[in-house]
């Protein structure tokens, strides 16, 4: 199936960085590129009907001229590349292109708000997590992606859904060296059925890439983990959307400020299984 990149742009000081490096790694599979931003404006009470409209039609237009001068500078002349502006909901928009015959990315940027606020991964990105079951490749500012080495978090309490990580590593050419499963807990913790779950995984994808299983089981995994993933190079981080890192208050803090934000690893979000 058609591969096709669908980047939720808005204008911040993160934007050149996604649609950069969207442009690099659809050049690489030649997947079809859609940009799309949702405007946002201000519109007087007072104004009639026909001056809304007015004001509305300006900003898409401002918008749609803005969206193209970027994706001009920056995504291959190769590409087949859409535009695509609305004041509309961005999840209505969303949810209109993924029922479109393609197998897709959603990319967001993600914006360092300082410790506390970065709890929250941003509106944008929880409202995708909560409503669609896109897979969402989260791109920090100043990263630069590369496919070499995933590290995919495995929850025991979750199916792991095997079918959208391989259609994600299907993105991804050449295929990945290496791909760690890993699982953190705590010291004085029995890891339960989560080795055999780990082992089925190695086994699993084994024809995909290098693999191996890790856990980390210490009074800190945490900072084990970080020691391997938080080095700034050639890494990506995959969790599930209803695991541990992404629901506990206290592991999200931990994922997003230490190894995203701090360590600018980019980070894929998977849909969660089906067959539970």
Known sequence: ????????????????????????????????????????????????????????????????????????????????????????????????????????????????????????????????????????VAIPKQTTLSTENIYVAISEKHPFNKSALNRFIGFIDPTPNQLTFFYLTLADTNPGQIVAQLKELTKHFAAKAQTQAIIYQSQNPFDDIKKVINNKTKEILVVQRGSRLLSDRVSRKFMINELVYEGQTPLIILPEATDK
């Open 1 to 136: 199936m058609k591969k096709q990149f669908i980047l939720l742009v808005d204008f911040s000081r993160y934007t050149d960085t996604l649609i950069q490096l969207a442009g690099e790694w659809g050049n690489q599979i030649q997947a079809k590129i859609v940009l799309v931003h949702k405007t946002d404006v201000f519109v007087p009470t007072v104004a009639d009907i026909e001056s809304k409209q007015q004001l509305i039609k300006q900003a898409n237009n401002n918008a749609y001229r803005d969206l193209n001068a970027l994706s001009k500078k920056y995504i291959p002349s190769s590409l087949t590349v859409s535009v695509l502006v609305s004041e509309k909901p961005l999840l209505t928009t969303l949810s209109r292109l993924l029922e479109m015959p393609f197998d897709n990315l959603v990319f967001v940027g993600l914006k360092g708000k300082g410790r506390l606020k970065s709890l929250f991964l941003g509106s944008t990105v929880l409202d995708l997590i909560e409503n669609t079951n896109a897979i969402i």
